[in-house]
């Protein structure tokens, strides 16, 4: 196959997919389990270990996530809010690439939070990490406390 016909073909297969949760755990809270990046296996399990070279979220942070049987992706925070608590990344892993797009906001009564993701990237891949994200994105509003932690 071609180089510029393979391009072109990949293209046809990306795409975008929206996640959303809801839970009774406050934003701020939310929020600071997205910022603290060693929390994140804790309510995101399929992560085994985070090596970042920031602790929180830093526009321009670069580091590696390591999930199990060995796979590990690399990741670049692309940009961060804070004051809207929105943060934005870039992560590979081997030719595959996908771009994820993070919100928390108060519930809708004020109490508890919902958190966002909307994925751009390959559908296969967006579609084989779904089920992963969204019972993250679940555990990250829904538990109250995070294992080992007081977050």
Request: charged share 25%; hydrophobic share 45%; no cysteine.
């Amino acid at each position: 196959m071609r180089p510029g016909l393979l391009a072109r073909t990949a293209r046809l297969l990306d795409g975008s997919l929206t996640l959303r949760a809801h839970g009774g755990v406050d934003a701020a809270t939310a929020w600071r389990r997205y910022d603290e990046l060693a929390l994140w296996p804790r309510w995101a399990p399929h992560l085994r270990r985070v090596d970042s070279d920031a602790a929180t979220l830093t526009a321009g942070g670069r580091g590696r996530v390591r999930g199990p049987f060995g796979v590990t992706a690399r990741f670049a925070v692309v940009a961060v809010d804070h004051d809207r608590r929105r943060w934005t990344w870039r992560v590979r892993s081997g030719p595959l690439a996908v771009v994820l797009e993070h919100g928390v906001d108060r519930g809708p009564d004020g109490a508890g939070s919902r958190t966002w993701l909307t994925m751009r990237g390959p559908y296969p891949a967006l579609l084989g990490y779904a089920p992963l994200a969204w019972w993250a994105l679940h555990r990250l509003v829904s538990r109250p406390r995070l294992p080992g932690t007081a977050a």
